[in-house]
């Protein structure tokens, strides 16, 4: 089983509809989610930042974490075709350095907004 | 500022040929890692380093990838000799630290295909 499991997609929308990205993870030492969208040859940027259980918003996007479900999510109102890209999450332990604090991505999901 | 910068963008080599990417963080991050991306699937940390020094590398194929950080500041990561299931992205990533709080800049990433 695998640390942490993404739909790949592809994810297609029409615009202005809310989206909703998953992830499920195994490791209940992960304490830090964070969200990143990458563009077609590209690479990551950091979209969301989550530490523990709770929500999140920042503009569109909103990011929740349930740690008891081992569940991910980021929600994307009002969604624009800039919008399209791939989206990972990805996920570490707290602490410092060390090689068991390396970041784990999902395989990330495909969305399209269509105009 | 100046983001991360990788070169070259692009390269096409043939199988049991070398190839050496290079990275430049950004200004005054002391930990710098280098993720693999295969089409499809999420990066994949090959190693950390911490300054000059190794954090991990337990995912790093050592018997044909080498890394090296000279003087803290840029990276080198060679291949020799590739092999066709190398071909992915290769990212450079630099962060202020290597502790969970602290966000993980990526470049654009080093596009490798081994024919």
């Known amino acids: 089983q695998k640390e942490v499991e993404q739909d790949p997609g592809p994810l297609s929308v029409p615009e202005g509809a809310i989206v909703s990205l998953n992830c499920t993870y195994s490791?209940?030492?992960?304490?830090?989610f964070m969200w990143y969208r990458q563009y077609s040859r590209k690479g990551p940027e950091l979209l969301m930042y989550t530490y523990s259980s709770g929500n999140k918003e920042d503009g569109r996007f909103t990011a929740q974490v349930d740690k008891s479900s081992k569940y991910i999510s980021l929600f994307i109102r009002d969604s624009q075709p800039s919008d399209s890209a791939t989206y990972l999450c990805?996920?570490?332990?707290?602490?410092?350095?060390?090689?068991?604090?390396?970041?784990?991505f999902g395989t990330g999901t495909l969305l399209a907004v269509q105009p | 500022e100046a983001g991360v910068a990788q070169s070259p963008r692009y390269k096409i080599i043939e199988k049991r040929q070398s190839v050496a990417f290079w990275c430049n963080p950004i200004?005054?991050?002391?930990?710098l890692y280098w993720y693999q991306q295969i089409l499809g699937q999420g990066p994949k940390l090959l190693i950390q380093?911490?300054?000059?020094?190794?954090?991990?590398d337990s995912q790093l194929p050592k018997d044909r990838f080498s890394a090296e950080r000279l003087k803290g500041v840029d990276s080198t990561l060679k291949i020799q000799p590739a092999k066709l299931e190398d071909s992915a992205v290769y990212l450079c990533?630099?962060?202020?630290?290597?502790?969970?709080?602290?966000?993980?800049?990526f470049g654009e990433g080093s596009w490798l295909t081994v024919v």
């Open positions: 490791n209940s030492a992960f304490q830090y």
């Open positions: 990805a996920m570490r332990r707290g602490g410092y350095g060390g090689a068991t604090n390396k970041l784990i």
């Open positions: 990533a630099s962060s202020l630290q290597g502790d969970a709080g602290n966000t993980i800049y």
């Open positions: 200004s005054g991050h002391a930990t």
């Open positions: 380093f911490q300054n000059n020094g190794v954090v991990d």
